[in-house]
Nanobody
Framework: QVQLAESGGGLVHPGGSLRLSCTVS????????MAWFRQAPGKGREFVGV????????DFEDSVKGRFTMSRDNDRNTVYLQMFSLRPEDTAIYYC???????????????????WGQGTQVTVSS
């Protein structure tokens, strides 16, 4: 059974930082590109960032470029989303997702991903 378990969410002040983790089981983690999406109240689920199976390349949605980074540890089956300079508009449930894909293409569309986690809440508020 494939499981993606996000953790690390919480309440943070504007300008603060947070690191989310997503630990995966039940699949060959190093065969998958991994991504983060988010969904704010009343809005659709939107792409945040993606990292290739190797960890060599990543890409981000424009509003988080320069503030968010991604990394992965294939020995620990875990992908990370490090968030800096958080803003109230970053408030959302954050989901990790897995797409079986080797090579350096970086998927960004929801329908490209095979497996999803349950999400972790991030709230940015003073």
């Amino acid at each position: 059974q494939v499981q993606l378990a996000e953790s690390g969410g919480g309440l943070v002040h504007p300008g603060g930082s947070l690191r989310l983790s997503c630990t995966v089981s039940g699949l060959s983690f190093d065969l998958y590109a991994m991504a983060w999406f988010r969904q704010a109240p009343g809005k659709g689920r939107e792409f945040v960032g993606v990292i290739t199976w190797s960890g060599r390349n990543s890409d981000f949605e424009d509003s988080v470029k320069g503030r968010f980074t991604m990394s992965r540890d294939n020995d620990r089956n875990t992908v990370y989303l490090q968030m800096f300079s958080l803003r109230p508009e970053d408030t959302a449930i954050y989901y990790c997702a897995a797409d079986r894909r080797l090579g350096e293409y970086m998927p960004r569309r929801r329908e490209e991903f095979d497996f999803w986690g349950q999400g972790t809440q991030v709230t940015v508020s003073s």
